[in-house]
C-alpha cells in the first residue's frame, strides 16, 4: 500500500509539470516552439490514445441504442473518429485553438 501515495504524488506532479506547457503552437521562438512539440508528445498524444480508447470502448457499449435510434454515424464520428484523427492525422506541433475536425 505504500505505492499508492507514491502514485498520488507523482499524478499531482505530473499536473503541476503539464500545466506549465503552453497550450498553442504559434511559437515565436525556437524555444517555444520545442515547448509546445514536446507538450503535444509528452500530453496531447497519450491523452488522445486514452480518449481514442475509450471512445471506441463506449462507443461498442452504446451501438445497439445508437443503433435503433438511428445516429450511428454521428456517434462513431463523435466517440471514435474525432479523438483518432486529433491523435494520429493531426500534424506535430498544430496550433490546439485552430484544429477542426474537417
Known amino acids: 500500500m505504500?505505492?499508492?501515495p507514491k502514485s498520488i504524488a507523482l499524478a499531482v506532479a505530473l499536473a503541476v509539470f503539464v500545466c506549465s506547457f503552453p497550450t498553442t503552437a504559434r511559437a515565436e521562438?525556437?524555444?517555444q516552439k520545442t515547448e509546445t512539440l514536446l507538450a503535444d508528445v509528452l500530453v496531447y498524444r497519450p491523452a488522445g490514445?486514452?480518449?481514442t480508447a475509450a471512445g471506441t470502448g463506449l462507443f461498442v457499449l452504446?451501438?445497439?441504442v445508437s443503433a435503433i435510434v438511428g445516429g450511428t454515424k454521428s456517434t462513431a464520428r463523435t466517440l471514435v473518429r474525432t479523438p483518432f484523427r486529433f491523435t494520429f492525422r493531426r500534424p506535430m506541433g498544430t496550433d490546439l485553438r485552430d484544429y477542426l475536425d474537417e
Open 49 to 51: 490514445v486514452i480518449l
Open 62 to 64: 452504446i451501438l445497439p
Open 29 to 31: 521562438s525556437y524555444e
Open 2 to 4: 505504500k505505492t499508492f
